[in-house]
């Protein structure tokens, strides 16, 4: 996560006078197209926040605050720091429970399985979940309790990203982080919204379609993370269980900010077939769960009329989920 790398400026081919900047970060592509007449360096300060980010919050990066945090069991937390966790304890809370940062013993736990870990390690990654206190300047970790904010933290970027622009003017752009993480601001000259390609269970099909304006989009998945056979699971997991989720589905939230979709994307895949529903009553979202055979789509989401489920899934074109 702390590599980037600059792929390219080029046009789009959607509006002969947008242009796109890719960046490597948080190990993926952030992805900014920019439908309004600027030049190179008004990308600058979105892709510098999200480095930023990605410095703070890295797993991977042992110079990380986020590291040096979770290997001391807590401790003096700078403000940028307190303000992300802030953001998402408050989300937690909102879920229910069902996102929880602190869950970063339990994914670790299985990311890193060779087998199906036995009772007592599942039980022990478990009792660590949800023991984080915030004290002034201060974070307090119970033992054994890692933060992991992976998919949170790109969405935390999209909305920075997205304020960056917007402080030097843009009033067109969508902002793309791995694909999941997403934001349209505006919308391309011509049109009225972002067009958003959707994948489903199977990463390399496209399922749906979604219009994007001025609202943050998050796309989970649940399968895709290790295993195989029996032992198959998805890297999302439960933190009331401190296991995986096996079922083979999609959910797809918009919500005011890319943050809080992604914490309701997260929500609505752990509370399963009622996950939808549940995730309409909070304030601004609309959300959908697609599987292989099925789509429950929230009344929120059928209201406003943006998401269309496909007839036939299509492979998915490089270029396809930015229209």
């Not at 943050?259 to 959300?287: F, H, N, S, T, Y």
Request: overall charge neutral.
């Amino acid at each position: 996560m702390s590599r980037v790398l600059v792929l390219a400026a080029v046009l789009v081919a959607t509006a002969a006078q947008a242009t796109t900047q890719v960046h490597y970060v948080m190990g993926t592509f952030l992805r900014v197209v920019v439908d309004d007449d600027v030049d190179l360096s008004t990308f600058d300060g979105c892709f510098a926040e999200a480095r930023a980010l990605d410095r703070m919050l890295s797993r991977f990066d042992p110079a990380s605050e986020l590291v040096r945090l979770n290997d001391a069991g807590g401790g003096l937390a700078s403000e940028p720091f307190r303000n992300v966790l802030g953001q998402a304890l408050a989300l937690g809370t909102a879920t229910g429970g069902a996102f929880d940062v602190s869950v970063g013993a339990a994914t670790a736990l299985w990311r890193t399985a060779a087998a199906v870990p036995d009772a007592r390690a599942v039980s022990a990654a478990r009792a660590s979940i949800g023991r984080v206190a915030v004290d002034g300047e201060r974070v307090a970790l119970g033992a054994g309790t890692w933060l992991d904010f992976d998919g949170f933290a790109k969405g935390v970027a999209v909305d920075a990203c997205v304020t960056a622009l917007r402080r030097v003017g843009v009033t067109r752009a969508l902002v793309s982080f791995g694909e999941s993480s997403l934001y349209g601001l505006g919308a391309p000259r011509g049109a009225d919204a972002w067009t958003i390609d959707v994948r489903g269970p199977d990463p390399g099909v496209v399922v749906a379609r979604l219009r994007l304006r001025d609202r943050g989009l998050a796309v989970s998945s649940v399968f895709g993370g290790a295993g195989s056979g029996a032992n198959a699971h998805g890297h999302v997991v439960d933190p009331a269980s401190g296991r995986p989720l096996r079922d083979d589905v999609t959910s797809v939230v918009v919500a005011p900010r890319a943050a809080d979709a992604e914490a309701w994307a997260k929500a609505v895949l752990v509370r399963g077939p009622e996950g939808v529903g549940i995730g309409e009553r909070a304030d601004g979202i609309q959300a959908a769960r697609l599987g292989r055979d099925h789509a429950a789509i929230g009344r929120a989401m059928r209201a406003a009329g943006i998401l269309r489920v496909l007839a036939d899934a299509r492979p998915l074109d490089g270029e396809a989920e930015l229209r």
